[in-house]
Antibody, heavy 120, light 112 residues
Framework: QMQLVQSGAEVKKPGASVKVSCKAS????????IHWVRQAPGQGLEWLGW????????HYSQKFQDSVTLTRDTSISTSYMELNRLTSGDTAVYYC?????????????WGQGTMVSVSS | IVMTQTPLSLPVTPGESASISCRSS????????????VDWYLQKPGQSPQLLLY???LRAPGVPDRFIGSGSGTDFTLKISRVEAEDVGVYYC?????????FGQGTRVEIK
């Protein structure tokens, strides 16, 4: 069964950093890009960026260029999203999602989401 | 690219049809392959988004044929024929012709 399993909820203080993991199983990890999307409480979806697990190449939304870092560890089929200099505005559920080339590049598998709460 | 969905809330009666509109601020048509790159996702209560339709009208595996996508260029529609109780949630359109990917605000579908 193909799936993405994310790490658990985090509570951080303003100015801190958080690193969320996304472990892939049931498919060849390096064959599919991973995108990251977030959703603030009661709000819509906001795209952060992508990583190519095969090469570690990344692309970020300009909004997050200086605050988000995407990495991966191919030995454990895991992608990571690190968000720095947290503010209350970063409180959200963070999702990883797989790009399905078989579906012309749509996001076909999503992780269960990781809640990141930022509060002093 | 700004994606604008209407309506934002849609009460529906089971068995009836429902339509959601999604308009983009620029064309999503890729000239070299003729595809328009808009996808539809459904986020059921308490769940992650799930893919319904990709490139306007292609249904993701396992998606019932009650979900029908249409449109091209800048105007797109998701139609749900014969709405069922399990269809409740928030529907999002997303463009992927360019980065950053952008989503519509979401349309909340609820049963009357």
């Amino acid at each position: 069964q193909m799936q993405l399993v994310q790490s658990g909820a985090e509570v951080k203080k303003p100015g801190a950093s958080v690193k969320v993991s996304c472990k892939a199983s049931g498919y060849a990890f390096t064959d599919y890009y991973i995108h990251w999307v977030r959703q603030a409480p009661g709000q819509g979806l906001e795209w952060l960026g992508w990583i190519n697990p095969a090469t570690a190449a990344t692309h970020y939304s300009q909004k997050f260029q200086d605050s988000v870092t995407l990495t991966r560890d191919t030995s454990i089929s895991t992608s990571y999203m690190e968000l720095n200099r947290l503010t209350s505005g970063d409180t959200a559920v963070y999702y990883c999602a797989r790009v399905a080339w078989e579906l012309l590049g749509a996001l076909d598998i999503w992780g269960q989401g990781t809640m990141v709460s930022v509060s002093s | 690219i700004v994606m604008t969905q209407t309506p934002l809330s849609l009460p529906v009666t089971p068995g009836e049809s429902a339509s959601i509109s999604c308009r983009s601020s620029q064309s999503l048509l890729k000239s070299d392959d003729g595809n328009s790159y808009v996808d539809w996702y459904l986020q059921k209560p308490g769940q992650s988004p799930q893919l319904l339709l990709y490139t306007v009208s292609l249904r993701a595996p396992g998606v019932p044929d009650r979900f029908i996508g249409s449109g091209s260029g800048t105007d797109f529609t998701l139609k749900i024929s014969r709405v069922e109780a399990e269809d409740v949630g928030v529907y999002y359109c997303m463009q992927r012709i360019e980065f950053p990917r952008t989503f519509g605000q979401g349309t909340r579908v609820e049963i009357k």
